[in-house]
C-alpha cells in the first residue's frame, strides 16, 4: 500500500534530495566533469557580465554613475565565479 501523507512525501523528498546530493558530489569528484563545471561557471558569469553591462550601458546615461555601476557589476560577477569555483575545488577535495 502506497502512503500519501505529508510525511511520506517529506521522507522520499529527503532521501531523492540526499541520494541526488551524493549522485553531484561523486559527479564533480571526476577530473574532466569538474574541469567543465568550472568552465560552464566562467562562461556563464562572464556571459552574465556581457549583458548587463549593455544594460548598463544602455540605460545609465551619466558617465560616473555608468563607470560606477560597471565596475561594481564586474566585481561582483568576478567574486561570484571565484566563489563558485573556490567551492568546485572544495567538492572536489573533501569528497
Known amino acids: 500500500m502506497v502512503r500519501f501523507d505529508s510525511f511520506a512525501v517529506c521522507e522520499y523528498l529527503r532521501f531523492?534530495?540526499?541520494?541526488?546530493?551524493?549522485?553531484?558530489?561523486?559527479?564533480?569528484?571526476?577530473?574532466?566533469?569538474?574541469?567543465?563545471?568550472?568552465?560552464?561557471?566562467?562562461?556563464?558569469?562572464?556571459?552574465?557580465?556581457?549583458?548587463?553591462g549593455v544594460v548598463i550601458k544602455?540605460?545609465?546615461?551619466?558617465?560616473?554613475?555608468?563607470?560606477?555601476?560597471?565596475?561594481?557589476m564586474l566585481g561582483t560577477c568576478l567574486?561570484?565565479?571565484i566563489t563558485g569555483v573556490g567551492a568546485l575545488i572544495g567538492v572536489m577535495i573533501n569528497h
Open 79 to 81: 567574486a561570484l565565479a
Open 58 to 72: 544602455d540605460y545609465v546615461h551619466e558617465a560616473y554613475a555608468q563607470t560606477v555601476a560597471l565596475i561594481l
Open 16 to 52: 531523492v534530495s540526499f541520494s541526488g546530493l551524493l549522485f553531484a558530489f561523486a559527479w564533480l569528484h571526476a577530473p574532466l566533469n569538474a574541469i567543465l563545471m568550472a568552465l560552464l561557471l566562467i562562461t556563464l558569469f562572464w556571459h552574465t557580465a556581457l549583458g548587463l
